[in-house]
């Protein structure tokens, strides 16, 4: 597609998983792509040499979202290279399950700086620096909605992140940005099964009706609609992409 050709794309948490999927969607989309990590250059730079290697253009950016000042320092990188940015996806995230009274303060602080801050801090700086018409897309869970035990913290990180969603679509009046959420069930991603049991896997992957595990590429296609122009019209609304799970 060249419809997209001159549309930049920053993807936070893009070196594995849902993210490398999203990068390499919205690459074939025709967008430049911004290729975010926090600590492992390699398979961040895997990825943007994929996009390259199918004729897309590609920079790899490393920023600690937690940390405001590295995600101004990546939004700067992207502007330098390609000249401004049109759509982040808040892609970066991490599971750490516990039970809320076995939870250690380690845990929970973890999970709010890089699951909440982190979407904040990137929310805020594109609230400041998308271009006129972009689109600002954040990955929250389906898990939400079934209460899982030992996924409390989790969770909330997620349902702040769904509400911040929601105001922030509010608060781009005038500017044509569209503010969305994304909410998978579970993906087989390398986040998702991690410590976990065949049986526990097998168990989630049949809560929804479909009966199988979400693929990244799953998500990907619906954050492409989103980020695409046929998704223009949807604004501050929580997609749940989980198979009918909830």
Request: aromatic letters at 4%; proline letters at 3%.
């Amino acid at each position: 597609m060249k419809t997209l050709e001159k549309k930049v794309v920053i993807i936070t948490g893009a070196s594995r998983g849902i993210g490398a999927a999203l990068a390499l969607r919205l690459a074939a989309d025709g967008f430049k792509v911004v290729v975010n990590y926090a600590g492992s250059a390699g398979p961040a730079q895997a990825v943007a040499d994929k996009v390259k290697a199918a004729g897309g253009e590609a920079i790899v950016a490393q920023a600690d979202v937690a940390d405001p000042a590295a995600v101004i320092a990546m939004f700067d990188a992207a502007e330098r290279a390609f000249g401004g940015v049109d759509v982040v996806v808040n892609c970066a995230g991490i599971m750490k399950l516990a039970k809320i009274a076995e939870c250690d303060d380690t845990t929970f602080d973890q999970t709010v700086a890089i699951n909440l801050k982190g979407t904040f801090n990137v929310c805020r700086e594109a609230a400041k620096r998308l271009r006129n018409g972009g689109r600002i897309i954040n990955l929250s869970s389906s898990v939400i909605g079934v209460r899982l035990p030992s996924y409390g913290i989790y969770i909330a990180t997620k349902a702040a992140v769904e509400g911040l969603t929601q105001v922030l679509a509010q608060e781009m009046r005038g500017r044509g940005i569209s503010v969305n959420a994304v909410a998978p069930g579970p993906v087989a991603t390398e986040l998702f099964l991690d410590g976990k049991s065949a049986e526990l896997i097998d168990h989630m992957a049949k809560m929804n009706p479909l009966e199988r595990l979400g693929q990244p590429d799953d998500i990907a296609q619906v954050v492409a609609f989103l980020a695409g122009p046929e998704g223009g019209w949807v604004n501050g609304q929580t997609i749940r992409a989980n198979g009918g799970m909830c």
